[in-house]
């Protein structure tokens, strides 16, 4: 409990430190550089290396495809009815499509599961969240900024993505020993990300009020907290006929907020940095209140 409470403390000081002007202008940027070039490869190799691979955890690996996918083939067969752009569109793909499943959903799964659970969390995680922001994610990103991407600038865009070069590197290093020291000192240097992306979402949160903007938010916060867990439940539970404490923690990471990452990729690539912001700072609070809804409704099956 003790991981939401610095999750919430860390987000209302971004917002006041905005308030006061307790940081520079900037400080959101550079947060955001140093998340994306440090914190998230370090903990992505930490997870890959030790990760144990189990067949039995494939629905937790698939989880977050399905929703990333489902929610682009949902909104860019909408486009046209909606009348977005492609910078609105893309940055709704993003951050109604990928979950926050490490930041908020793995203290999340301590809190209502237990940590000998955290296993499951990882595996939506790595192989899952973030293994889909490093490919089709920035190839998302990539489209909806520049209308087009070319299979070259999307092998250059991926391969130069720090995560996913530390995904890789995991991977290839799996069966070599890591100094104690050095894995330590990756898990430190992970466990940066919570404090620096709650500040920086909370500095940049902006409540604006236009009705443009409410339309976009209901559309993105409906599909991730309310229709994404209740497909999940859909396919996992009702068709394929799924049970357990997997399952649970599953159809539980399927409720989380829009991921952190997704939002500040968002920004990065000149999508609309009215919604990636207001998605995050709107929906993590907000999935305080729905996912332990959810986690009643799952607790069941």
Partial sequence: MDSLVLLVFCFLFGMVARKLELLPSSAPLVLNNFIINLSMPAVTFYYIHKMVLDTSLLFPVFMPWIMFILSFVIFKSLQKKLKFDNKTMGCLILTSGLGNTSFVGFPMI??????????????????????????????????????????????????????????????????????DWASSAMKTLGSTITPLAMVSVGYQLRFIKSGGILKKLFL???????????????????????????????????????MITAGIISIQYGLDEELATMMLGVGIPLSFITAPIWYYLFSGV
């Fill in 220 to 258: 993105g916060l409906g599909y991730k907290l309310l229709l994404a867990p209740a497909v999940i439940y859909l396919l996992y539970v009702i068709i394929l006929g799924g049970s357990g404490k997997v399952i649970q923690v599953t159809l539980f990471e399927a409720s989380m907020a829009p």
């Fill in 110 to 179: 301590t809190a209502f599961f237990g940590a000998e659970y955290l296993g499951i969390g990882v595996m939506v995680d790595q192989p899952g969240s973030f293994l889909i922001l490093s490919t089709l994610g920035i190839a998302t990103a990539a489209y909806f900024s520049s209308g087009s991407v070319s299979p070259l600038l999307l092998m250059k865009k991926v391969a130069t993505f720090p995560p996913f070069q530390a995904m890789i590197l995991a991977l290839c290093l799996r069966f070599l020993a890591i100094p």
